[in-house]
């Protein structure tokens, strides 16, 4: 089945610096990739999507990049502010299923 | 209104106990679903419905019973809990297969 990892559980920043966040991937058929926010005490939010046919999209101060061919992507986030505190999930699906698996999370803390 | 609600926030209940988890969506999505969520951990998908009929059953208990008795309420009913099963019970809802996710606040469960 379909495993999808994060690099790192945690990942410190200072505010005003640009922040990288990585997940991988294992099933190549996979082709539908969300990117969610999770604030404590709350639901995921959603925060940009990309299909298999992009290689990159950019949001208000989000990207994201795809990689298939190593199977990665990667959520960056411009000009870090204290409110992206948060877990962000990357979480995988493809055409035909309903099912999305998610990664096991980045916890994101911006210093002062 | 771009919303998922869900009822309660928090349940206690012990395990001889009956309860039931709400869900409502009033955006006009066909696909609906319930996530288990543990601390530090990703959501897992429990069930998933589409145009009101059961899609997905991931193995979950038969102590969870979920039902959707229109295109906007999804329901878990919750019987005989193991202390175990005390985790945040995330519903999610998307217009259809394939498409972003929005999920509520979920409800904070704790089995005695």
């Known amino acids: 089945g379909e495993s999808v990892g994060l690099h790192l559980p945690t990942l410190s920043v200072q505010e005003g610096d640009n922040s990288i966040i990585n997940c991988a991937y294992s099933?190549?058929?996979?082709?539908?990739f969300i990117w969610y926010k999770q604030e404590s005490g709350k639901g995921p939010q959603f925060i940009i999507d990309?299909?298999?046919?992009?290689d990159k999209r950019q949001g208000q101060r989000v990207t994201v990049l795809l990689n298939k061919t190593v199977k990665h992507l990667s959520l960056q986030i411009a000009a870090t502010q204290p409110g992206d505190s948060a877990v962000y999930f990357c979480?995988?699906?493809?055409?035909?299923?309903?099912?999305?698996?998610f990664g096991t999370g980045t916890r994101l803390k911006v210093l002062a | 209104d771009t919303e998922v609600t869900q009822t309660p926030k928090h349940l206690v209940m012990g395990m001889t106990n009956k309860k039931s988890l709400k869900c409502e969506q009033h955006?006009?999505?066909?696909?609906m679903y319930w996530y288990k969520q543990k601390a530090k951990k990703p959501p897992e998908l429990m069930f998933v419905?589409?145009?009101?009929?059961?899609?997905i059953n991931e193995s979950v208990p038969s102590r969870f019973s979920p039902e959707c008795p229109n295109s906007s309420l999804l329901n878990l009913h919750l019987h005989a809990l193991q202390p175990e099963d005390s985790a945040l019970y995330l519903c999610?809802?998307?217009?259809?297969?394939?498409?972003?996710?929005?999920f509520g606040p979920g409800t904070r469960l704790t089995v005695l």
């Open positions: 955006m006009g999505h066909r696909a």
């Open positions: 990309i299909r298999s046919n992009m």
């Open positions: 999610a809802s998307s217009q259809r297969a394939y498409n972003e996710q929005f």
């Open positions: 099933n190549s058929a996979s082709d539908y």
């Open positions: 979480a995988v699906s493809r055409a035909g299923t309903y099912k999305y698996i």
């Open positions: 419905y589409s145009y009101e009929k059961l899609s």
